[in-house]
T-cell receptor, first 109, second 119 residues
Framework: GDSVTQMEGPVTLSEEACLTI???????????LFWYVQYPGEGLQLLLK?????DKGSNKGFEATYRKETTSFHLEKGSVQVSDSAVYFC????????FGAGTTVTVRA | DGGITQSPKYLFRKEGQNVTLSCEQN?????MYWYRQDPGQGLRLIYY???????QKGDIAEGYSVSREKKESFPLTVTSAQKNPTAFYLC??????????????????FGQGTRLTVV
């Protein structure tokens, strides 16, 4: 069935460093792809999405491009802040919404 | 304000008891989902429902049951058959639009979660 695999963490960075979290998917159809973020003790919030191949989602300095040829949707940010510390989830949705395992990111001042 | 509400926030269950977690949304969303979150394992799908009076098993449905009698409500019952129920449970809803009718392109809205502990 459809599934999502993302880079395991935890990831610890210094402020202003570059962040990349790898995500790959398997699907029989043409899923939409998402990145969600979870802050401590809360539910998930949508960070960005892409609904078809070559689309780029972007929000709050984060970007991810839907790469059909490599079945990937890697999340990138050029300069992280302490406030970016959270758990990040990659997700795909074709006929049901499935999530990766999550990557915990900690940014130190 | 529109939103999705889970209750209670914390729930304690004795071994052998069934408990029901509430999930209500006033967003007029068609699809609703239940996930279980354990440390280091991300979100695992328990059950989902695309329309009223219909639902499908997810990846870890054993020991759980659901109902979808109303569009706004999707309660999850954790039965005594669930051997390791201590976890954080998240409910989500999605607006289903377009010809595809699955809501694949649209954002999921999440509740704040219920933390269930077996005592």
């Amino acid at each position: 069935g459809d599934s999502v695999t993302q880079m395991e963490g935890p990831v610890t960075l210094s402020e202003e460093a570059c962040l990349t979290i790898n995500c790959t998917y398997t699907a029989t159809g043409y899923p939409s792809l998402f990145w969600y973020v979870q802050y401590p003790g809360e539910g998930l919030q949508l960070l960005l999405k892409a609904t078809k191949a070559d689309d780029k989602g972007s929000n709050k300095g984060f970007e991810a491009t839907y790469r059909k040829e490599t079945t990937s949707f890697h999340l990138e940010k050029g300069s992280v802040q302490v406030s970016d510390s959270a758990v990040y989830f990659c997700a795909s949705n074709d006929y049901k919404l499935s999530f990766g395992a999550g990557t915990t990111v900690t940014v130190r001042a | 304000d529109g939103g999705i509400t889970q209750s209670p926030k914390y729930l304690f269950r004795k071994e052998g008891q069934n408990v029901t977690l509430s999930c209500e949304q006033n967003l007029n969303h068609d699809a609703m989902y239940w996930y279980r979150q354990d440390p280091g394992q991300g979100l695992r799908l328990i059950y989902y429902s695309q329309i009223v009076n219909d639902f499908q098993k997810g990846d870890i449905a054993e020991g759980y049951s659901v109902s979808r009698e109303k569009k706004e409500s999707f309660p999850l019952t954790v039965t005594s058959a669930q051997k390791n129920p201590t976890a954080f449970y998240l409910c989500a809803s999605i607006l289903v639009t377009g010809l595809v009718g699955r809501g694949k392109d649209t954002e999921a809205f999440f509740g704040q979660g219920t933390r269930l502990t077996v005592v």
